[in-house]
Each structure stands twice: as C-alpha cells, then as structure tokens.
C-alpha cells in the first residue's frame, strides 16, 4: 500500500469517527456533570463550580431534589397551563433535558417526604403520592390537606416544610406591613393587639396525612412572625428555623427618627429557631440594624431606645441588613462540600426595593457556619454572588430557592427569568 | 391697512402670551412635581419610574399613567392594591395620597406623564379639584 493510499484511508477512518460522535447526541457522558468556565455568571469561593443546569423555566419558587435526582420546581405563573415542572437528566451530563409539567396550581412552596411530593398554592397545601418509580404518574390526582389559608394578596405565598414526626408547618403571611389601622398610611397607629395575627404573621403545624385541614385541625405553632419565605427543619437538632421578611417604609413614615440610609438598612432581616408558642415580636417590635438592638416599632410608641416588652419576645440568632428579602433557607447536610458547611444554612435572598434612592441589594445567596448545638457559630458570608448581573437596580437574576441534590450538590433557583444553577465542590 | 397690520400684531402677540406660559407652566409643574415626586413617589416606583418586580407597578408607558386622567388622579387620592398593570400582578399596597393638595397632585402626575419616556398632556389644578370627592 502506498504512502498515499494509507493516509487516505487513515483520513476517512478520522472523519467517520468525528462524524460518528458529532452525530451522537444521546450519548451517556462519562465524565459527570462539569462546571462551566465562568461558573454559570455567578462567583462563588474557591473550589466551587457552578453549572446552568436549566433556563426559561417559569417562574421558579422554591425547588426540591428527588432521590433519584429528578428536580421539581414550583412555579409561581402557570407555564403552558402548568404550575410544577420535573426536569430531569437523562444523560449525565448535570443538565436537565427533559421537562414534564402538571399540577394547575400556581403557588411557591415545594418538598418530598417519605414518598409523597407536597406543593402549595396561596391558599392550600396538596400533596401527590409518588409511584414505584419514584415519580409522580402521568395524571395523578393530588390530595388536598390543607385549604382555606389566607390570600389578600400581600404576603401571600405559603412556603413550608416537615418534621420527621408527620407534621407539616406553613407559612401565613401577614398581608400588612406593620398591622396598622390603615395599612402603610403614614401617620396610622399600630393596632394592639393585632387583629392580623389570629390568622396569619406566623407559622401553622398541620398533620401531613389528614384532608382538607383548616385554621381549626391546625396548631398556631409560633406567631409574630410577618411574613417567613425561608423555613427548615433542621433535622441536626430536630427544631424549625425560619427567616423572617422584616417591615418596610421607617424612613419614608418616619424621616425625624431615621435617616434614608438608616431606613434602607433597618430594621433587620431575621433568622429565628422557633419553638411551639415562640412570638417573635411583629408587629410591636423590629430589631435595629444599627442599634443591634430588638425595640418597639414606632407604631407602637417606638423611639429607636424603648424596647418595650420585645426583651421578652423570642430574639432571632441572626441579623441582616434590611429588605434584602431572604426567600429560601436550607440546612446542608451532604458530603460533597467542605466540613465547615456541613449543618449550616444557606439562604437565598431575592434582593430588596426598599432601599431607593439608595442602591439595590442582596440578590446573593449567604453562608451560615452552625455548631452542633444548632446554633450559628460564625459570621455570616456571601456564598453565591452576581446574579443581579451590571445593573443592581435591574437584577437580571433572583435567587428563590434552595435544594439538595443526592450527590450533596447544591442547586438555586431564580424566579426572574427561570434559571437554575447547579454548585458543586471538588477536593 | 394700518389697522390691519396693527389687529394681526396683537393677535401674534397674545398667542405668544398664551402660548410662552402654557411651555414653562408645564415645565414649572414638571419640577414642582419631580418634588412631590422624591418625596412620596420614589420609593416604591424608584428614580427611572420602573417599579419593582410584582411589588410595585411600573409607571412607565401603561394606561394607568397615559390614559384616563380622571382615574389616575383618583389611584394618587384613594391608593390601590392588587392591581395588574401590562398582564403583570403587583401586590403592594398603595396608600391614599389624600393628603397632599390638588397642587401637589397635579403637579406630580404632570411630572409623571411627562418623565420616564412618557409624553401625555399636563394634569390641572382644575382637573383635580374636580376628582375630589364633594366634602
């Protein structure tokens, strides 16, 4: 054979072989799932990669891994009639290319427990048996346990979670901003006691296998708690936490008692470890960013020094900055990431508006450090940054939800443009 | 002929005079507005009018600010909530604005209807005196 001839036939031999793989598109990828080079957009610490694992999702709430790696996500519009989408991975590859939607619900909340996944819509919690291919079947029919919450479209999202003890606990949002007589008119007194708080500004305790529970089969579990989108139970000391949407407008309502930039600032968003019976102190008391200090609103006679009776009220175990609006919490407890997160919490702030003319903030997800003894033991940090993009004041991208994946990866949704983003950490 | 020159001036010139005040009285409403504005506008609205994402309505080109003046002066008089603007539900609430004078009304949604790329006529002190319910 000659010199020529051989090369020829090496060449066509390559170019079938290239040909072969351009064109195999359903092939099973080997290497796992692999972080894009600009970590999806977003900055994270050292080691950490970040993936696009979907897009143009809707509008994605809060989220949940299956065991089976399946994600479902909870739509706050409903998407081609449809108000949950399972995405899966069908190759390997970490993202997701398979999209079935159902459920005619829309709402926020999302999670699965001993083989039923659970989904709320303002007003009621339903939840679906899964079959024994660990997926909700074609067609299934939710049950409804939980109905009648209320909806007056302000804080009207029912995020929840569960116990390992068959109970259910949901969040009802106070739909005021500090149960005013007349709400967020300035100059309105303070209502006391509130009214508001008999049926919503705290967190509900429903069983998680009874019908069509109301206000009446549910246990008020703790109150004065304005409105919470984050809540977790952190199954390392068997206690609910929740992150607390603080009250807006102290420097537009009271300008003599805070300056713009105190307003924008105050009063703090609050992480609390709550008990059966803890009142967290809405609306009477705030807790003050730049006084660190938990005092009475000014509604309530406040003068940023009374404290009032707050010393009594539960006190939160961590302080934020005001209105950076955090929308999901979720304690880690996988493998994959370093020692140090192991039982921490993450939380994902949505991003503020009530800081104008000030400049726009949060739009990150933080980074809790907690001891043993479930409580935090370190400073909080910004873990995931950038997803507000150039522009602060018109954030491209706003983190919703968290979920764990099987693998202890960590993954994040935006309800902005229906993005979510897959974090993984390598030795 | 005189007569005709002289009659011709004077009606130049009061359409001069009728026109010069109506331009800066716009613009001296605008400012007065932008005022207003700052001060109970801005924020929720923000500075560029934009709103913020399912809490606050945008006020840039919709109906709400370039349409019906009678409604517009009535939302800054008796506030709003759950309101859907564009196909888009917003759920803040929007308090009464009663409080401030027809002056102030007037001029901030003038302001309003002619800031953020909007271009829509001036609202007038008369136009609110008009909107405000009879005491």
């Not at chain 2, 005040?21 to 007065?32: E, I, M, N, T, V």
């Amino acid at each position: 054979m000659s010199i020529f001839r051989q090369s020829f036939y090496c060449l066509m031999a390559c170019l079938l072989t290239l040909s072969a793989c351009a064109g195999d598109t359903t092939k099973v990828a080997t290497n796992g799932p692999v972080p894009d080079p600009d970590n999806g957009g977003i900055k994270l610490p050292a080691g950490f990669g970040g993936q696009i694992v979907a897009d143009k999702v809707g509008r994605v709430r809060h989220i949940f891994v299956n065991s089976n790696g399946d994600l479902y996500a909870k739509l706050e519009k409903l998407k081609d009639g449809k108000g949950i989408v399972r995405l899966r991975d069908k190759n390997g590859d970490g993202k997701f290319d398979e999209t079935v939607g159902f459920g005619n619900f829309i709402g926020t909340g999302m999670a699965i427990k001993n083989g039923y996944l659970y989904a709320s819509s303002n007003t009621e919690v339903f939840r679906y048996k899964l079959d024994e291919k660990n997926e909700v079947p074609d067609g299934a029919q939710p049950e409804k346990i939980i109905t009648g919450l209320w909806d007056h479209h302000q804080h009207e999202a029912k995020p929840f979670t569960l116990d390992n003890n068959g109970n259910i606990y949901v969040t009802i949002g106070a739909p005021s901003n500090c149960c005013q007589v007349q709400d967020r008119v300035k100059g309105s007194p303070g209502q006391s006691p509130c009214p508001i708080l008999d049926s919503a500004g705290g967190i509900w305790q429903f069983k998680v296998d009874k019908t069509n529970q109301s206000y009446a089969e549910g246990v008020r579990y703790a109150t004065g708690l304005r409105n919470v989108m984050g809540l977790d139970w952190n199954t390392a000391v068997n206690s609910l936490y929740v992150t607390q949407h603080g009250r807006d407008q102290l420097f537009q309502f009271y300008p003599e008692m805070y300056s713009q930039k105190e307003g924008a600032e105050n009063p703090s968003e609050e992480m609390f470890k709550v008990k059966l019976g803890s009142d967290c102190g809405w609306p009477y008391c705030y807790y003050d960013y730049t006084k660190k200090q938990k005092v009475l609103n000014p509604e309530y006679g406040g003068d940023r020094t009374k404290a009032g009776d707050c010393g009594s009220k539960e006190q939160s175990i961590v302080q934020f900055p005001g209105h950076l609006a955090p929308n999901d919490l979720l304690f880690y407890t996988g493998d994959m990431f370093p020692e140090k997160y192991k039982n921490g919490a993450f939380i994902a702030f949505h991003g503020s508006w009530n800081r104008a003319p000030e400049p726009q903030a949060g739009f990150f997800v933080v980074f809790v450090p907690f001891g043993k003894d479930g409580m935090p033991n370190g400073n909080w940090d910004v873990f995931a940054d950038g997803f507000a993009g150039a522009d602060i004041n018109k954030a491209a991208y706003r983190p919703c939800g968290l979920a764990q994946g099987p693998d202890g990866s960590l993954y994040i949704s935006d309800d902005n443009q229906g993005r979510i983003w897959r974090i993984t950490y390598k030795k | 002929m005189k007569l005709i020159v002289g009659i011709f001036c004077l009606l130049a010139l009061s359409l001069c005079a009728f026109t010069l005040p109506q331009q800066s009285g716009l613009k001296a409403s605008k400012d007065r507005g932008k005022i207003v504005y700052d001060t109970y506008c801005l924020a929720c609205h923000m500075q560029d009018g934009g709103g913020a994402p399912r809490m606050n309505p945008p006020l840039i080109k919709t109906k709400f600010v370039l349409g019906d003046k009678k409604k517009l002066i009535g939302i800054v008089m008796n506030g709003l909530s759950g309101v859907e603007v564009e196909g888009e539900d917003y759920s803040n609430v929007m308090a009464p604005h009663n409080f401030l004078t027809d002056q102030q009304i007037a001029d901030v949604l003038t302001y309003v209807r002619n800031s953020f790329g909007n271009k829509a006529s001036a609202v007038t002190v008369a136009e609110v005196k008009a909107a405000r319910p009879k005491k």
